[in-house]
C-alpha cells in the first residue's frame, strides 16, 4: 500500500533534508532566544553595565549560529574533514587574538567580576593602595565600564582631576573604602617653611 503518491517520491529525500535544516535553525533561533532572556534577567538583576550585556549576547549568538551552520553543512554532506580542518584553524586564530588581546579581555571579565562581587560600587569612597601601610591613590568612584574605573581624586588643591583604574587592578592591589566621606590627605609641608620648623620635641636656640 502506497502512503504517498508516486511523483512524491523522487522528492522525499530533498524534503526531508529541508526540513532537517528548518529544525536546526529553528532550534538555534530559539536557544538564542532564551539564552539572550537569561542574560538579560541577571544583568538586570545584577547591575551589569548594558557594555557588558552586549558583548555576551554577540558571543552567544556567535557561538550559537556558528554550531548551527555547522550542522547545516554537514547535512548538506559537507565532509567531516573538511569541517574539522575549518574549525581548528579558526579555534588557533582566535586563540592567538585571545592571548593578543589578554590585557583587555581581563579587563572586561574584571567588570563583570566587580558588578558580581561589589568590590567596588558607583560612589564608593576608595583608596588603591601598594599595601595596608602606605598610602595610596584616593577617590570617589563616578564610572565603571567594561576597560576602566573612573575616580574623581581627592586632592587638597581641589583641581578636581579624574584617574582611570584598569578593572583587573582592584583584583591585584589592597582596597580601602569609607562608608562616608574619606578623611583629607596630609599634605607634607614644602619650601623654606617647612626648613625652618623646628623639629617637634626639640628645643629653639
Given at each position: 500500500?502506497?502512503?504517498?503518491?508516486?511523483?512524491?517520491?523522487?522528492?522525499?529525500?530533498?524534503?526531508?533534508?529541508?526540513?532537517?535544516?528548518?529544525?536546526?535553525?529553528?532550534?538555534?533561533?530559539?536557544?538564542?532566544?532564551?539564552?539572550?532572556?537569561?542574560?538579560r534577567r541577571t544583568s538586570t538583576r545584577h547591575g551589569l553595565p548594558p557594555e557588558f550585556t552586549f558583548v555576551v549576547l554577540l558571543a552567544g549568538k556567535i557561538v550559537i549560529y556558528g554550531a548551527a551552520m555547522l550542522l547545516v553543512l554537514d547535512r548538506l554532506g559537507v565532509s567531516a574533514?573538511?569541517?574539522?580542518?575549518?574549525?581548528?584553524?579558526?579555534?588557533?586564530?582566535?586563540?592567538?587574538?585571545?592571548?593578543?588581546?589578554?590585557?583587555?579581555?581581563?579587563?572586561?571579565?574584571?567588570s563583570f567580576l566587580i558588578f558580581v562581587t561589589g568590590i567596588v560600587r558607583l560612589h564608593d569612597h576608595i583608596e588603591v593602595v601598594?599595601?595596608?601601610?602606605?598610602?595610596?591613590?584616593?577617590?570617589?568612584?563616578?564610572?565603571i565600564n567594561l576597560i576602566y574605573t573612573t575616580v574623581q581624586e581627592h586632592s587638597a588643591d581641589g583641581s578636581g582631576s579624574t584617574l582611570k583604574f584598569p578593572n583587573s587592578m582592584f583584583f591585584q592591589r589592597i582596597t580601602r573604602t569609607?562608608?562616608?566621606?574619606?578623611?583629607?590627605?596630609?599634605?607634607?609641608?614644602?619650601?623654606?617653611?617647612a626648613a625652618s620648623q623646628p623639629p617637634s620635641g626639640g628645643a629653639t636656640p
Open positions: 500500500m502506497q502512503m504517498l503518491p508516486q511523483w512524491l517520491y523522487p522528492w522525499v529525500s530533498s524534503i526531508v533534508l529541508g526540513a532537517q535544516i528548518t529544525l536546526l535553525i529553528l532550534g538555534a533561533w530559539l536557544l538564542r532566544a532564551l539564552f539572550g532572556r537569561l542574560v574533514t573538511v569541517l574539522w580542518t575549518a574549525f581548528t584553524g579558526f579555534a588557533a586564530v582566535a586563540a592567538v587574538a585571545f592571548f593578543a588581546a589578554w590585557s583587555v579581555l581581563s579587563n572586561i571579565f574584571c601598594e599595601n595596608g601601610q602606605t598610602a595610596g591613590l584616593r577617590g570617589q568612584v563616578i564610572d569609607w562608608p562616608g566621606e574619606p578623611p583629607a590627605p596630609v599634605v607634607a609641608p614644602t619650601g623654606a617653611g
